[in-house]
């Protein structure tokens, strides 16, 4: 059974950066594409970047183009969220998220607060 545990989050401030780390276990992680999701206070889960199980590429919305950079390491079984020059709108819940075909698991979140 696979498990997702994120760390990182916290509290800081706008234009200050942040990195996230998702770790993986119970299955074999190159086979499984991941994602970060985030979900702000009233609203919808979101997709805030993703990366693909082997080559590597990824994908990320326009709110947080050239500010995130997702990357994983396949042979420590992680993957990451670097956020750059962080905003109050990017103020969140952040979660770790993998998928194989139809196995999909979701970590615990890992709050992440940008305020002066």
């Known amino acids: 059974q696979v498990h997702l545990v994120e760390s990182g989050g916290g509290l800081v401030q706008p234009g200050e950066s942040l990195t996230l780390s998702c770790a993986f276990s119970g299955d074999t992680f190159s086979n499984y594409a991941m994602s970060w999701f985030r979900q702000a206070p009233g609203k919808d889960r979101e997709l805030a970047a993703f990366i693909t199980a082997v080559s590597g590429v990824t994908k990320y919305p326009d709110s947080v183009k050239g500010r995130f950079t997702i990357s994983r390491d396949n042979a420590k079984n992680m993957v990451y969220l670097q956020m750059n020059n962080l905003k109050s709108e990017d103020t969140a819940v952040y979660y770790c998220?993998?998928?194989?075909?139809?196995?999909?698991?979701w970590g615990q979140g890992t709050q992440v607060t940008v305020s002066s």
């Open positions: 998220h993998s998928r194989y075909g139809s196995v999909i698991t």
